[in-house]
């Protein structure tokens, strides 16, 4: 299913790094995103879900959710944070828009989002993402920066 953004990149306000691409794939669609450190990465990534979710632009950030999550590896951790932000949508309609990370390590992950629940007078769903899944996922440290790519069921 192709994405109605296509693989437009989203600028940080920085001319030389992008926070997050769509990346298209036959059943599937993900994202890669970017970061300047790799709490910079984990923050455009939880964007870039959201990106695919609804409108940024119309979720405001009047409320903030703080969690904290440990995991046994990078990746994992990187899954099952964008898997409980995903989960606060489904289960308790939470859009996000910003994201603080205040630590991570490798197994562990403490952050602030910042959104508002679901208005169906204002917010538009454009994707229903399923799970967040391992297929093709990747975290790696670049000239740049960070980046990692993630694919997500719809």
Request: glycine share 6%; net charge negative; proline share 3%.
């Amino acid at each position: 299913m192709p994405h109605p953004e296509g693989r437009r990149p989203v600028p940080n306000g920085n001319p030389v790094m992008t926070q997050f691409r769509i990346l298209e794939h036959t059943a599937d669609v993900g994202f890669e995103a970017f970061g300047a450190t790799r709490e910079g990465m984990f923050a455009n990534a939880g964007r870039a879900l959201f990106y695919l979710i609804t409108d940024l632009e119309a979720v405001e950030t009047s409320d903030r959710v703080t969690l904290a999550l440990e995991a046994q590896e990078a990746t994992s951790l990187l899954v099952d944070w964008l898997s409980e932000i995903l989960y606060l949508w489904d289960a308790e309609g939470w859009l996000f828009r910003d994201f603080e990370i205040h630590r991570l390590t490798d197994q562990s992950l403490s952050t602030t989002a910042w959104g508002e629940r679901f208005d169906r007078e204002r917010h538009q769903i454009k994707l229903l993402v399923k799970a967040i899944t391992y297929h093709q996922l990747a975290i790696e440290q670049t000239r740049e920066g960070w980046r990692c790519q993630v694919y997500v069921d719809i």
